[in-house]
């Protein structure tokens, strides 16, 4: 629905240039959208007509793949409506798509065989998703499998059904490496990339533990340290 694009990014066009995830929530917020809940990696909000939703991340470094998928597949009519996205600064992301609901358990793990199976109905889907995974594992550090959560089939409002959030960071071993190896996150993962890496919900994993974050921003900023001295070392040698 190009209207409904238009619609959502003169919305973003109101704020700042390069907003960070808490801009983007409190434009939607004040624009009448409301919290519909929150997982590990982002909050989601409803728009206040109940036709679309608002995936917010304050860090996500797989968004673009997952974006790239619904582009690429949306012929398929099995991916959610598109209408917009955008990364935000610090490396956060934002996913403007249709509202989708849950489906029960069996029929999800049915559509995920199906594409696991590359069968005829899902064909191109499954050609899609390899295609845009693939890519992913060149290219994303600690990219993890495939996502075959139930949760991540849903259906949309006149009843298909669709596939969402298949690619993501290895969440423990990337926040692992960040609190007892930050120089190989510092130098696999840019700083402007990852300013927001600890303000992740952890919705679905219990929260985050007492001093955790503290931990891991101290860890990443003696690294980003280190990284700047041997660099200024390098430098003066030339």
Known sequence: MPSRSLQFEALLQSLVDGPTHVEVEDALRAAGWMFAGAGDWAIALRSPDGVAAARISPFD???????????????????????VHCRLAG?????????????????????HRAIADRAPE???????????????????????????????????AD????????????????????????????????????????EIPLASSGGWQPGAKAAIQAALLAAERRLASTDASAGSEI
């Open 159 to 198: 009843g298909h059904l669709v596939v969402t959030d298949l690619f993501y960071a290895d969440g423990p071993n990337l926040y692992a490496a960040a609190a007892t190896d930050p120089d190989l996150v510092v130098a696999r993962i840019p700083a402007e990339e990852r300013r927001y890496i600890t």
């Open 61 to 83: 470094p797989a968004g673009p793949y997952t974006a790239a998928l619904y582009r690429d597949a949306a012929a398929t009519g099995q991916v959610p409506a598109l209408y």
């Open 122 to 156: 899902v064909a191109i889907l499954a050609d899609v998703i390899a295609r845009v995974h693939r890519r992913a594992q060149e290219e994303l550090p600690w990219c993890g499998p495939l996502d075959n959560n139930p949760s991540n089939v849903m259906r949309a």
């Open 91 to 111: 490396g956060g992301d934002l996913q403007i798509m249709e509202w989708l609901d849950p489906v029960p358990e069996d029929v999800a793990e049915t559509f």
